[in-house]
């Protein structure tokens, strides 16, 4: 029995996904649940396993294609009689192409794209990328579609835009090249990832007033419930206990008590948020993904480095559900790791704060009028200066380094 493989629905609010690689060729065995490719969408990359076994008969999906939801990518030939039923192309709704049409935005109001008459589909994602670089329905008409049955993903409307701006370039004096730097340059096309992260940092900057503060923290007591309990909690967990659980526990104790630092705008409105989805940035190849914590309110230290570890080591496997870098209300960037004291990173959007941790480093420090040496951590904190003021913020930071400071240094995890 023959069974179309399609591409899976990663969250509810993922359309498309793009075929990053195969990792099996046509005539290839696969066992159930095996994982046969790569595939990455506007959220994350993840890792798909075949619905059943047998052997793959046939690819239909190339890799850099990008194919809607639910739309067939390879067939595999099965011997089990609970074979899943091929896919037929959904029956779209009266809704779903009412949904389909952008909604017009608040003065001042950009022309309003009309595709009726059309017998081309176009997501909502292709028309806001074309109301916003004001291309026309007869250009959007002209773009060749790269898509399943012709049709215009994403990256083609993005590789049109670039293909008109590079020949609008053109038409500026040109600028002779340096005869000493000829041939010494290298050119590396962006994959993916690092495209989507360009356009949420720049997104991000052109929405907040981003400022940034800072202060110091003396790790002491932190660092000595560390090495009491590091052997005993490698042996029982299996992974290294960090400074980071303790950090994202006082920093939920810092946003109960400065509710502001966990909220959103929404065009004139200000949405506070009353749960505590905390976002770590882990650091993956070519990129950076901020995975969350949920409810981290509900967890205790132990639960907290659980879950932080969880989510590091699914991220940099490629195992995340798009679902869980999704909702976060509050997020935290351990630069540290890598041994940078201080940075200022840009805001997740669309949160109004974001903190940056920096590496532990002993500096001496005047305690009681007399010098110690202490591991001291820089914490940095960028905000929205849309929503929260210098004296907030200030205060904010001041409110999680006095829960850092003042765990106790006997404590067993």
């Not at 050119?187 to 997104?203: C, F, G, Q, S, T």
Request: hydrophobic content about 40%; glycine content about 6%.
């Amino acid at each position: 029995m023959k069974v179309d493989m399609v591409m899976p629905q990663m969250g509810e609010s993922i359309t498309e996904g793009t075929i990053l690689k195969w990792l099996k060729k046509e005539g290839d065995s696969v066992g159930k649940d095996e994982i046969i490719l790569e595939i990455s969408t506007d959220k994350v990359d993840s890792e798909i396993p075949t619905p059943v076994p047998g052997r793959i008969v046939k690819i239909l999906a190339k890799v850099g294609d990008v194919v809607e939801v639910g739309k067939p990518i390879a067939v595999i030939e099965t011997e089990e009689k609970t074979a899943l039923p091929s896919v037929t192309e959904p029956e779209v709704s009266a809704d779903r192409e009412k949904e389909a049409e952008p909604v017009p935005e608040a003065a001042p109001q950009k022309e309003r794209l009309s595709t009726k008459g059309s017998s081309r589909f176009y997501s909502p994602v292709v028309l806001n990328i074309a109301r916003e670089h004001e291309i026309s329905t007869d250009e959007l008409e002209r773009i060749k579609g790269t898509g399943f049955n012709g049709r215009v993903t994403k990256k083609d409307v993005l590789n049109y835009i670039s293909e008109k701006e590079k020949f609008v370039g053109t038409q500026a004096p040109a600028i002779q090249q340096s005869v000493s730097s000829a041939g010494k340059v290298e050119i590396i096309p962006m994959d993916n990832m690092r495209k989507l992260i360009a356009e949420h940092m720049v997104h991000s900057k052109q929405t907040s007033a981003h400022v940034s503060l800072y202060t110091e923290v003396d790790m002491n007591n932190i660092e000595k419930i560390i090495d009491r309990n590091k052997d005993d909690f490698k042996k029982r967990e299996g992974f290294r206990l960090t400074y980071t659980p303790f950090i994202v526990e006082s920093t939920v104790k810092a946003l109960k008590e400065f509710p502001l630092l966990n909220a959103s705008i929404d065009g004139e409105k200000i949405v506070v948020k009353k749960y505590y989805n905390i976002g770590i940035a882990v650091a993956v190849e070519n990129g950076l993904i901020v995975p969350n914590v949920f409810q981290a309110d509900s967890k205790n230290l132990l639960g907290l480095a659980r879950s932080v570890y969880d989510i590091a080591i699914r991220a940099r496997q490629k195992k995340l559900k798009p679902d869980e870098i999704q909702n976060g209300t509050f997020s935290i960037s351990n630069f540290g790791v890598f041994g940078t004291v201080v940075g200022f990173p840009i805001i997740n959007q669309p949160q109004v704060a974001i903190l940056g941790v920096g590496a532990v480093k002993k500096r001496p420090v005047v305690i009681n009028d007399a010098i110690a040496i202490r591991p001291v951590m820089y914490l940095a904190l960028t905000i929205d200066h849309r929503l929260v003021d210098g004296a907030m913020g200030s205060q904010f930071l001041e409110k999680i380094r006095e829960y850092l400071e003042n765990y106790d240094p006997e404590m067993v995890i």
